[in-house]
């Protein structure tokens, strides 16, 4: 994998994202609005996490039938997905509150959806954020061999069944976070030397990261065992509890970067991206049912994928309002602005591309 970090262009002659910049600045002034979380946010923080938690303690002290054990599950998991993209989220690119304890609380939420802060941050800010779709720095374009995701990844003759297995695979994200991903992402983050901020101490960070696996299976295995729940009926719910989230994440993530619609720009020969930075993200996001009210509510806003890249340190409850703002000036720049008007059109989009992808390059005919 190529790791010579890429620059983007440092010429916009078309002064997009100064222009787009104090446009934005200029709404939230106006309308005397703090561009963090409001009282929605914190609303619908109470909502997700009692998604999540309150049918996790009804298992744990009611006894029921395991079909009702298994629809429970269900609902964790939807509340898991729901507090990753909207507390969680947030949390970690500091814009669910001005406070820092507060942001630094909610992106602590991870640990309890099976993940670390670091390797998130890593992961997403740093990695995702500055080289969006960029192959070899992006690691969301990533899934080892066995969904091929852009045209620079290798193919193989299984490939040309992406599109229909690749569905069955999303929901395993999760799980693999709690088991594997994390370790494996650590051990790679700190022998490259990368973080979000000041480089941290890695005898803390592994340290950390053992007790949280310890804590979060104690609570998700131990504990429902102890109370007497039937080890496969906790075996069981877990998986499905996981397999819900990964599967809603999976698909929200995919749905605004793995569109035949976005491109894969590669360095030129001096490592140099052909876009500026703000630019590049318009080339390389999609939105989807950006008037779906549902969508919206439900996955923190990333349904707004574009604003959310541009303005990554804006609450996504602001999203709906300045999405106005881009893509008038997107256009007026004669720049791109790629939206899907509802989010079934964008699922069948993704899974048309990883189809295209799926298939024999030309070159290997």
């Known amino acids: 994998m190529n790791r010579t970090v890429p620059t983007f262009a440092r010429n916009d002659s078309m002064k997009f994202f100064r222009t787009l910049n104090t446009r934005v600045n200029t709404y939230f002034k106006e309308n005397n609005l703090q561009k963090t979380g409001n009282w929605k946010l914190h609303l619908k923080t109470v909502v997700m996490f009692g998604l999540f938690l309150a049918p996790y303690f009804l298992i744990l002290f009611l006894g029921m039938p395991f079909w009702v054990h298994f629809l429970l599950s269900i609902v964790i998991g939807i509340g898991m997905a729901g507090v990753g993209m909207n507390v969680m989220h947030d949390g970690n690119h500091g814009s669910y509150s001005s406070k820092l304890w507060l942001n630094k609380m909610m992106g602590g939420s991870i640990y309890i959806l099976a993940g670390n802060v670091y390797n998130w941050q890593v992961q997403h800010n740093v990695l995702h954020h500055t080289y969006t779709n960029i192959p070899g720095h992006d690691e969301d374009l990533d899934a080892g061999r066995v969904i091929r995701f852009t045209k620079e990844a290798k193919w193989y003759s299984f490939h040309q069944f992406q599109h229909i297995y690749s569905i069955f695979l999303y929901g395993l994200l999760t799980i693999n976070w709690s088991l594997t991903t994390d370790f494996k992402q650590m051990g790679g983050y700190l022998k490259r030397k990368l973080s979000y901020g000041d480089f941290p101490n890695p005898t803390k960070l592994w340290t950390g990261l053992v007790i949280s696996k310890i804590v979060y299976f104690g609570f998700w295995i131990v504990l429902p065992l102890l109370v007497g729940i039937t080890w496969w009926k906790v075996l ?130």
């Open 236 to 365: 069981i719910g877990f998986f499905i509890m996981h397999y819900t989230a990964g599967l809603i994440l999976s698909v929200v993530f995919q749905l605004a970067h793995i569109i035949e619609d976005t491109s894969n720009p590669l360095p030129n020969e001096d490592g140099e991206i052909e876009n500026t930075w703000a630019i590049h993200q318009l080339f390389t996001t999609t939105n989807f049912a950006p008037r779906n009210w549902i969508v919206n509510w439900y996955t923190g806003g990333l349904n707004h994928q574009i604003e959310h890249h541009i303005f990554p340190n804006i609450s996504h409850v602001h999203y709906g309002k300045i999405a106005e703002i881009v893509k008038q000036t997107a256009q007026e720049c004669d720049l791109p602005y790629y939206e899907y008007r509802t989010m079934t059109s964008a699922v069948i989009a993704h899974f048309k591309h990883l189809k295209s992808l799926g298939q024999k390059p030309l070159s290997l005919a």
